[in-house]
């Protein structure tokens, strides 16, 4: 299981910052890697990027600037920052583990509102 | 990387079967064997259909079934039925080794 939690609160020009908790399984399992997919409100989903349990790193590269994401084996976690946020940052977030290039299992995800 | 492209709405009648495009470009979907499709439910999380364009994961049922032609995939639902009325994405990896989604598809069991 994955279970997203953070702030659900963030000020324009501030980090937002989210934790993924990995369940029922090892994130250093070689067979899949691990990121975070976002949908705004009434939109599509956006791909943020993923991460290996390695530490390597692709990121959409809109969002390149500002994301950065890791893994903590020893608390078999995955975080996701992303810097700069602006109201176009409100989404809800998804952890995700993918294999076979497709996202195969998604946490419940958690609203994260940019507002002043 | 431009959103693959799908069309905002399909309708089906329970039992019918539908057809939900998805068109990319040389750089995803034509290049890779790697298509994927998701329902949507409104507040839930998104589910895995179909993965490497024709595969199903454990428990999907047979039902959905995907295909690729060009740079065209598709998600053909057959024996359509009212808890089907979902949202659809398809997503492509793409050549700069990146993932990219459709715009969505909302289907609507008439």
């Known amino acids: 299981q994955l279970q997203e939690s953070g702030p659900g609160l963030v000020k324009p020009s501030e980090t937002l910052s989210l934790t993924c908790t990995v369940s029922?399984?090892?994130?250093?399992?070689?067979?899949?890697?691990w990121g975070w997919i976002r949908q705004p409100p009434g939109k599509g989903l956006e791909w943020m990027g993923n991460?290996?349990?390695?530490?390597?790193?692709n990121y959409n590269m809109p969002l390149k600037s500002r994301v950065i994401m890791s893994v903590d084996t020893s608390k078999n976690q995955l975080s996701l920052r992303l810097s700069s946020v602006t109201v176009a940052d409100t989404a809800i977030y998804f952890c995700?583990?993918?294999?076979?290039?497709?996202?195969?299992?998604w946490g419940p995800g958690t609203l994260v509102t940019v507002s002043s | 990387q431009s959103a693959l492209t799908q069309p905002a709405s399909v309708s089906g009648s329970p039992g019918q079967s539908i057809t939900i495009s998805c068109t990319g470009s040389s750089s995803d979907v034509a290049l890779y064997m790697f298509v994927s499709w998701y329902q949507h439910h409104p507040d839930k999380a998104p589910k895995l259909l179909i993965y490497?364009?024709?595969h199903r994961p454990s428990g999907i049922s047979n039902r959905f079934s995907g295909s690729k032609s060009g740079n065209t995939a598709s998600l053909t639902i057959s024996g359509l039925q009212a808890e089907d009325e979902a949202d659809y994405y398809c997503?492509?990896?793409?050549?700069?080794?990146?993932?990219?989604f459709g715009g969505g598809t909302k289907l609507t069991v008439l």
């Open positions: 029922g399984g090892s994130i250093s399992n070689s067979v899949y890697y």
């Open positions: 490497d364009v024709t």
């Open positions: 991460i290996y349990f390695a530490g390597n790193t």
């Open positions: 995700v583990r993918f294999s076979s290039r497709a996202a195969f299992q």
């Open positions: 997503s492509s990896y793409t050549s700069s080794n990146t993932m990219v």
